[in-house]
């Protein structure tokens, strides 16, 4: 009995100490954590980081970044059964801002923002691998990329401005709400102290980018591990940006001047050739295990017919548009949307769409935006000859070219045609144009037209804050 | 720990070294018999009152019992009769006692802790005990199911009505909002995992996005494996006052389930074998044309209307009219030596149900053994085990992007288009969707198999360490297993028409894995010591726990005719999803009974620790208290009040993962890349806390013949852990934040039983139970927010927001500016609109027994509870639902701001029916040639009829599956389907 009891006491403090010695520590076994490469800056870690900014801004290019603004500027209409707020929430009504229209293009730019801040952050813990060169290369590319991060947020969110600096998850109040001018006088700093950083690296004699870049920006448009050709698309996103704060209110002709000083630099010796037109830096696409797809690979995708019918006679763009058998149609609040014309480059029926690499910025569109600074300027001469390399490369040789303008008007509706059906498919851009310069507006699409089908149009320009954004801020969004 | 371990020692050293000398005895032998009927009660126990000595009566009835030599007194009870004390005289040795029935089960037993349990007449907390049979009186596919209107206080709703469950139960309200909210599931000690492993049918609908899984693949969570058949009773442990000793995992409440066990003397065979079908019980329908001009006014292409042989399809019949064969046989043996020392009870089912639609269907195998082996004159050996094979096809429903769910078809294609194919089985593409989508193509040839392979096993060893006639002192060592590997496919194949259109590739394939175990190891040592005036249970033990999930997917898109392997596939998309937990808890517990087993008083503690906790080493305390007291004097028509009173806490583990920040890799390039989540973790992250007290009475009067049992509960829930939405400008979308954050529930449960007819022949037993809860967010440390992954507050989505009920129901309820020309609201007003959860629910059970024939019947009614009918925004949307007008002013009133998807859930449903007729024992005598004892014919239905103001196909729907706070997303889901069966059952 008493040995027993002994055996039983013994085996229940072998189980009760045995049980204490285990650990019970479990990593996390999915994802590697953030400290784990918030240590030295070393060339493995930078090649990480690097490509997950990069990769970030390829993946925050979803169908809807494209489609909901070229719904709101009339080229596209994705007709879904099962979705009707593709239509209902850009054409028919405001978009919810507690819903999916609403939502888009905004927190995975602000996560590729935070990601390339991490990397800025990081320069300094460098390894000694790294040349004061680098460093610079490093700090210089990485804010061109954040840069063009927060200007794509500001071309789905223009007037309800954005903020500059990100916001702390751990402060009371996120970071204060700038309006459209201050948001692109801060890019253009930015994107000068970025273009100082590439010139220095170069000057202490970093001419490549210490780590690899993905093939979009190495062999598709140029190799922009080159720290020339960065500086290159540093400069052309400048001019973009200075052309848009030249339109925005307050711009001045000083802005058009600093558009077209950076657009030379930025366009020095592209040949007027298809290839010179198609040079730029790219989000390049792969269907293998891992790899993200073109987002715009998509059936429903379907241009409106006045994409079409609005082209002149023996434009080779025409080519981007195809004519299906069977017209495509769906009702949407009453309304019927028909139309037989698609993109050639989301059809599913062409399985290559899918790996079609998407332009970030194609030296086709810095000829026309050099040509927009130049209308701004009055030099509409000018203007005709940047849009004319665009109109008898990409336009083809039945296409007359421009001569001069007689009026702004004229070059604008110019300039608005070449670029309509020069970046057909690669973005806002039309939203971005027929907004600055005023032409979203039953004027131009008037009620119970194909166009604008709705009586209720609210010919929207901007698509609202996420509602989570919103509460964040206690309902205020006004900008400052 | 220190204090821990030194605690253990002594009260080891406590129960050790008081052990007394067994004083001198006499035996007394009798017979337990049934009050009236005079037959043998067996396996009823017979305990001297204030010692350990007792006995249990053999299948005669009979009992041997040593008593001390002075007088005593016996305690007699056996579950299902009415418990009898009577006294034993100085000389007495022969003592025959007869027991009632006891109709209104007062008396059953109940667990308290991790090996203790008391009798119902003295429990302090409201638990619902559902008994063996009455849970499957009306044959359910799935446990949860079976439980439906049989708990107070527990919300169980199905997600849809495709076949195999997937079912969410809600114990006393919302205990988490973005933790685990599922019960704990506790089967013979082992606990089960309830997990829903998703298919990857998004691949095809497109729900999510992505080629993976996503909460919208219409799951099934596992404990839906559990065969019904092989359980003896369900305890349903709602809150923290009555789940404190399952530490963390006992916050959402403990259903612990116990199978049935073998029985000494010879084998009795338990066969059932039924026979059953099922119908599709609600529609929505369509619109039915009249002219081709009516089709063009409406919209759409009205080619071939002309030639339409039918000009009115009714799509919902051809696609889920089926009505096959749907069978269940169920084999038990249940045994054991004469001595009681071997006991077995082993048993078999085989069940098929057919679905209302082609290519669906569950199947289940199993086979249950549990044996108990007794060793020596102290020691016990279990082992239970539980072998099953389900097969779950579900096809295809719910949200869809693709045009491919039925619903999504039928609402978007005019009634005259034929889906049937031709005479040579050629389908025709469908002209008004972009995918082309052929509803009835879709039915026959998208297979959607879950082969689940599950083993749940124990075993365990009691040791009787020593017993006095004073004490005694048992150890028991519990090991437990619940493996489970499922296999689920998800195929379409090349020649669907959508299969090219979705993603220019034709036919996919996704194979999905789950690898889930789960097992624990429980060490208790229960110390009993009686006296006269009192018996002290001590209970210390420890609770070693561990987890692995590993999920995989690998989808393939472009496929090969005929082929269903994904390494066949043109392009291929990979996925892993692994998760560790271990946890480790000490528990120790005393119950206290004294008052003549008038008054007892339990006080508890649980201490744990767990992986998933920021600080893995840190263990937190879940102490409890509770006391009863059946009041001594009462007035001539009550015959028993009890008092009750408990209060106690539990916890709810972090989610895992949610203490890290992850850095997200992705490839571009065949270059990997990290960047920050876009979730921000919280590293010292801890148990959810859920502090609940709850009182109440239990009172039985005329002559127990009706029981009143009245709770109040509150459930406060504290460290309520958030994945709050942040500012995105932030870089991330989700915060998980903890401190400031915590909800209240209150709530009452009463269950009236009433025996209001009991004579020979005729006997009529009413259950009726009620029970409502009032939840509410009383702190929140972050400005109110919207949860993730709502469709939209255009149709009613969830908030979380200080002062408000965590399940309210957040959507437009107006227009702040004049509405447009056409009606339409450009800025519209957003605010709370009703609740999910419904405003109180009540069941009533009625048992009527005349002869030989037996009749039950299960009504649930449950009032209020909104939900979101996104279905009918797709008919309002086509015009195609049945009733044009209807839909179009619906649609005006939406477009206008008003929320008129937001809809009363409110329903009533004949739950089970049945009927059956016990054969005259002399007639089953001849047809089974002698061997059987008793046979029984049943007729039984489920689900037979719901009447509700509902406009959609069922309001228990949740597109999401299993969902804490939005549960009640209705998006073109599975109808609902009645089943009946046809039972013959006996013994022999």
Known sequence: ?480 | MKTIRSSLFSLLALALFSANAFAQTRLVSGRVTVEGSGEPIVAASVNVVGTTLGAYTDDQGRFTVSVPGAPATLRIRRIGYTQKVVDVPAGTSELNVSLARDVLQLETQVVTGQATSVSSRNIANSVAVVTGEKLNRAPAQALDQALQGKVPGAVITSNSGAPGGGTQIQLRGVTSINANSSPLYVIDGVVVNNTAIQNGLNAISGAAGGNFASNQDQQVNRIADINPQDIETIEVLKGASAGAIYGSRGSNGVIVITTKKGTAGKPVVGFTQRLGTQSLSNKLGSRCFASAADVDAAGFDSTGFGAAAVKCHDYEQELYGRKDLSYETDLSVRGGSASGGTTYFVAGTVKHDAGIQVNTQYNKQSLRANVSQTVGSALTFRVNSELLHTLTERSLSGNDNNGVAPYTIISSTPSFFNFQPDANGVYSPNPYLPTQTNLLQDASLIRTPENVYRLLGSAAADWGIFTTQKQSLNFTLLGGVDSYSDQSKVYAPPQLFFEPLDDGLPGTVVNAQGNVVTANLNGTLIHKFFASPFTATTSIGLRQGRQNIQTTTATGRGLPPGITDVSSALQTFNNEFQQIDKSLSYFAQEEFLTLSERLLITAGVNSERSSNNGDDRKFYAYPKFSASYNVPYLPSLADNLKFRVAYGRAGNLPPYGFKYTALVTSTNDNVIGGRPSLILGLPNIRPETSTELEGGFDLAFFNSRAQLSVTQYQKKITDLILSAAVAQTTGFSTKIIQSGNALVNNGTEVGLNLNLLQSDRLSWVSNTTFSRNRGKVTELSVPAFLPNGAFSTVYGSGRIEQGKSPTQVYVQIGCNIPLTASGRCNDKKYGSYGDFQPDFQMGFGNDLDFGPVRFTSLLDWRKGGKVINLTNNYFDGSGLGADPALGAARFLAYRGGQPVYAENGTFLKLREITVSYGLPARLASNLFRGQAQDVRLEFSGRNLKTWTNYTGLDPEVSNFGSQNIRQAQDVTPFPPSRQFFFSILANF
């Open chain 1, 1 to 480: 009995m008493k040995m027993k009891k002994h055996i039983v006491a013994l085996a229940c403090v072998i189980v009760a100490i045995g049980a204490c010695k285990d650990s019970t520590s479990v990593p996390d076994l999915n994802n590697p954590s953030v400290s784990s490469v918030g240590g030295a800056l070393s060339p493995g870690n930078l090649q990480i980081l690097l490509t997950g900014v990069i990769d970030r801004e390829r993946q925050a290019l979803d169908f809807p970044f494209y489609v909901f603004p070229a719904t709101m500027a009339r080229d596209v209409w994705r007709l879904d059964n099962s979705e009707s707020r593709f239509e209902s929430e850009t054409l028919e009504g405001r978009p919810s801002p507690g819903g999916f229209v609403g939502t888009r293009g905004f927190p995975v730019y602000f996560n590729a923002i935070r990601a390339a801040q991490n990397l800025i952050d990081a320069v300094p813990k460098a390894t000694a691998e790294f040349t004061d060169g680098d460093k610079l290369a490093i700090t210089g590319f990485v804010r061109t990329l954040k840069a063009n991060d927060l200007y794509r947020v500001l071309e789905t969110r223009d007037t309800i401005g954005l903020p500059v600096a990100l916001s702390d998850p751990n402060a009371a109040a996120p970071a204060p709400i700038l309006c459209k001018p201050k948001v692109l006088a801060y890019i253009s700093a930015a994107l000068d102290s970025a273009y100082a950083d590439l010139q220095a690296a170069k000057a202490a004699g970093t001419t490549t980018f210490p780590a690899t870049l993905p093939a979009g920006w190495t062999s598709i448009g140029g190799d922009y591990s080159d720290i020339d050709n960065e500086i290159k698309y540093n400069r052309g996103l400048k001019g973009k940006i200075e052309l848009y704060r030249g339109l925005a209110p307050g711009g001045t002709a000083q802005n058009f001047t600093d558009a077209k000083t950076a657009l030379d630099i930025a366009l020095a010796g592209v040949p007027a050739t298809a290839a010179g037109l198609a040079g730029g830096p790219y989000y390049q696409f792969s269907t293998l295990s891992g790899e993200v797809a073109n987002p715009l690979f998509d059936s429903r995708i379907h241009f409106t017919p006045s994409v079409h019918d609005s082209l002149q006679a023996g434009d080779l763009r025409g080519s981007k548009i195809i004519t299906q058998s069977t017209p495509a149609s769906l009702k949407v609040d009453g309304v019927t949307f028909t139309t037989p014309y698609d993109p050639a480059v989301t059809v599913t029926s062409n399985p290559q769409n899918q790996t079609r690499p998407i332009p970030i910025l194609k030296n086709e569109e810095l000829f026309l935006v050099r040509a927009q600074a130049k209308i701004g300027l009055n030099d509409y001469t000018g203007a005709a000859q940047d849009m004319n390399i665009v109109r008898s490369v990409s336009g083809g040789p039945a296409l007359t070219p421009y001569v001069t303008f007689a009026n702004q008007q004229q070059a604008i509706d110019a300039v608005l045609y070449e670029k309509r059906y020069s970046l057909l498919t690669d973005g806002p851009q039309r939203l971005v144009d027929l907004r600055a310069y005023n032409r979203l507006n039953a004027a131009s699409y008037p009620p119970g037209t194909q166009l604008a089908p709705y009586t209720s149009d609210p010919y929207n320009w901007v698509l609202p804050y996420p509602q989570s954004e919103i509460d964040a801020r206690g309902g205020n969004i006004k900008c400052q």
